[in-house]
Every structure is written in C-alpha cells, then in structure tokens.
C-alpha cells in the first residue's frame, strides 16, 4: 500500500548524525577525488583563514538522502540544492531536519519540494538544502 501524500508543512525527522570526524572526511575526500587540503589538513586549514579543517559541502548533502529516505522510501529525489551559510568544521556534529514546503499532485505522480535545515553542534544553521522530487499518488 502507498502512502497518502503529505500535506505541505509536514516536519521530517530529524536526524543527529553526531560528530564527523576526520576518518570519515579523509574516506569522502579520497572517495570524491577532492584533494583539496582544507578538508583534512589543519594547518592548510588555518592558511586558508579558517579554524580547523572542514567537511566537504557534498558529503553533508549526500547526507540528505538518509533524511529523505527515513520519510519516505518511495520518493524520486530529481534535483538538489545548498545554500552553505557557514563551515562545518571536522569534529563538529551535524543534525539534519526539514519540512515539506510544497506538493503538487498530478495525473501521473505528485511533485513535491522539500526544505532541510542543516545545524551545527552548537545549533546554528549551517546549511539550507532545498529538494526537488516526486511521489507516486496512493492507490485510488
């Protein structure tokens, strides 16, 4: 059976991913061939004006999908979108959450718009990540 569609303003869960730690930055960078050092390298870091090493903005978006899915397994994410407000350093933790801002139903599937709000460990929002995707229509 399918779900009924969700009705715009639905929350998401909310998901504490915990601390990011290096290992993990280290994997993503050499995963994503991304060798920039800024990621894995304090002193590279703080040349480039910042506290400590930061986590890659896709890793963070690639973690979208893990909230995405713990609502709805039947969603067809067709594009993503970031907006960064400010670094995430390495260590930090990151907790993800969001809310429906619009559907659309139509004759085939239902378009659907998400909004998700990344925090830091301190609860400042670090990132806005907008979802574009599309739902199946429950069974009539």
């Known amino acids: 059976m399918i779900d009924p ?3 715009s303003g639905m929350r998401l869960p909310e998901i504490n991913f915990g ?3 290096i290992e993990a930055t280290q994997r993503y960078a050499e995963a994503a061939l991304d060798d920039n050092p800024i990621h894995i390298d304090g002193p590279a870091a703080r040349s480039a004006g910042l506290n400590a090493p930061v986590l ?3 890793f963070m978006m690639g973690l979208f999908e893990r909230v995405i899915a713990a609502w709805r397994s ?5 594009r993503l979108h970031a ?3 400010r670094p995430v350093f390495v260590g930090s ?15 085939l599937n239902a ?7 990344v925090r830091g460990g301190n609860g400042d929002i670090v990132c806005i990540g907008e979802v574009f995707g599309r739902l199946p ?4």
């Open 93 to 107: 933790a990151v907790v993800i959450g969001g809310r429906v801002a619009k559907i659309a139903p139509n004759d």
């Open 5 to 7: 569609l969700p009705k």
């Open 74 to 78: 039947d969603i067809r994410i067709m």
């Open 56 to 58: 890659h903005g896709m």
């Open 111 to 117: 378009d659907v718009i998400l909004r998700l709000i």
């Open 19 to 21: 601390s990011i730690g």
């Open 83 to 85: 907006t960064f407000v």
């Open 137 to 140: 229509l429950p069974d009539r």
